[in-house]
């Protein structure tokens, strides 16, 4: 088994974060997220550890060459053919011989981590060589690629170029040819259109089932009613709820923006009364000096695990599938982020006017889900109005309650009721916008 655990605070050490096998520190994968902090945002390395945990584990128990198993500090060749196995055997790939590298096709079956997981593999592997621990040629590095050249001519011989926005040249082509050892063919982004108006009481239901606690219970409604990520909720202070002044907000970091509190979130009078009650009851009696809310300090945890410490998205996680799975649900956390969106869209769609509204609605959620260009919450709230976003939220909120009570009852009066969730690639009533605005979800 691989994991990890944060250091806790009291602690002193030079790792912020532990990784684990079978109970034990593991040094390389450790070592590789902390390299990861001065090159990428605390986000994105967190990401990139979740998303290679499960290939050591497999490695470890399923890997074979040779009748062998494969460690990860083998050589390139042995590397190159297990991790081929593993996108064949474990993500459904298609994998083709072409030259000194291999052509990787997704398919139906195929998870859209794929692109993640080689990147985040061949970002562990430049780590271990920089620092030491691996001494063969990078496995996801094709050795033999040939670099990409172009010549750079102008219209104006002997002269230096005019500037591109002159159109009077053909501008130059940066394009650089990609030096991975496993090449994506016929990876392309598709908004994820999650049109179940049912999903997140399925959600709350499949929890219920399985004795969620009142934090697992908030976190999940907090996913759907403000279309955050789930680290953005799970990693919230105490502060962070004080700072906004309606009890129906609090404010958050965004991916990219390295721990800034750049945006905030919204949900509903219902969630609030859970979270008050959670932090007064249930996170009081874990919580090591019993505090209340009122009594607890701006950087405390907004959200704690059963021994007192800061709750994690891999402890979550934990209880997330075991809901899932019980329920026989497949659903991946983050499409909780694009059921929000696309329930605000075709809420936009269903009450604006002209193509003039819609067009500044959407401007509007496009600013709220902090899409493009993170900034401080001051030039945020500045180009943000908040009043129309209330409006138009707090009426979500109310047909959300609304649709669950009725799905509540109609799940009692049922003897067997089909947990299902509903995708469609296509909604004919929406232009072509819907996928610029989808593309900021990932």
């Not at 965004?254 to 219902?270: M, Q």
């Not at 009650?277 to 009081?284: L, N, Q, T, V």
């Not at 009696?285 to 007192?308: R, T, V, Y």
Request: aromatic share 14%; proline share 3%.
């Amino acid at each position: 088994m691989y994991w990890y655990e944060y250091c806790p605070k009291c602690t002193k050490s030079k790792y912020n974060l532990l990784v684990f096998k079978n109970d034990q520190p593991f040094l390389p994968l450790t070592d590789y997220y902390h390299d990861c902090l001065g090159r990428i945002d605390k986000t994105s390395a967190r990401s990139y550890l979740n998303c290679i945990l499960p290939f050591f584990k497999w490695l470890d128990r399923l890997s074979n060459y040779k009748r062998k198993r494969v460690a990860w500090n083998d050589n390139a060749e042995k590397i190159r053919t297990v991790v081929e196995d593993y996108l064949t055997n474990e993500m459904y790939c298609k994998i083709r011989d072409k030259d000194t590298y291999r052509f990787v096709s997704l398919t139906r079956k195929s998870p859209n981590s794929i692109s993640h997981f080689l990147s985040a593999l061949k970002s562990f592997y430049k780590a271990m060589i920089r620092l030491g621990y691996y001494t063969y040629c990078n496995p996801f590095i094709d050795d033999k690629a040939t670099p990409y050249q172009f010549r750079e001519s102008s219209v104006r011989k002997n002269k230096s170029r005019m500037p591109a926005i002159a159109g009077t040249e053909e501008p130059l082509n940066h394009r650089r040819l990609t030096d991975s050892y496993f090449k994506i063919i016929n990876e392309e982004w598709q908004p994820q259109i999650i049109d179940d108006i049912e999903l997140p009481y399925q959600v709350y239901l499949a929890g219920k089932k399985v004795n969620w606690s009142l934090r697992e219970m908030i976190i999940a409604r907090m996913l759907f009613e403000t279309g955050a990520r789930a680290s953005e909720i799970i990693e919230l202070t105490i502060g962070d709820y004080r700072k906004r002044q309606s009890h129906q907000e609090l404010i958050t970091f965004n991916k990219g923006s390295h721990g800034r509190k750049v945006k905030f979130l919204r949900f509903s009078k219902d969630t609030v009364k859970r979270l008050f009650h959670y932090i007064d009851s249930e996170r009081k009696s874990i919580d090591k000096n019993h505090l209340s809310f009122h009594e607890l300090p701006d950087e405390a945890s907004l959200f704690l695990s059963s021994n007192g410490k800061p709750f994690t998205y891999h402890a979550w996680y934990y209880h997330w599938k075991k809901a899932m799975k019980a329920n026989g649900i497949s659903l991946n956390p983050h499409k909780a982020r694009h059921w929000f969106v696309t329930s605000r869209l075709r809420e936009i769609y269903n009450i604006a006017k002209n193509e003039t509204e819609i067009q500044q609605r959407k401007n509007e959620l496009i600013k709220y889900m902090k899409w493009k260009n993170p900034d401080t919450i001051n030039v945020y709230e500045h180009h943000f109005d908040e009043m129309k976003h209330q409006e138009l939220h707090e009426k979500m909120l109310k047909q959300m309650q609304q649709n669950e009570k009725e799905y509540i009852k109609k799940s009692k009066s049922s003897r067997k009721s089909k947990l299902r969730v509903m995708e469609s690639q296509t909604i004919e009533s929406f232009d072509e916008d819907l996928k610029e605005l989808l593309e900021g979800l990932e």
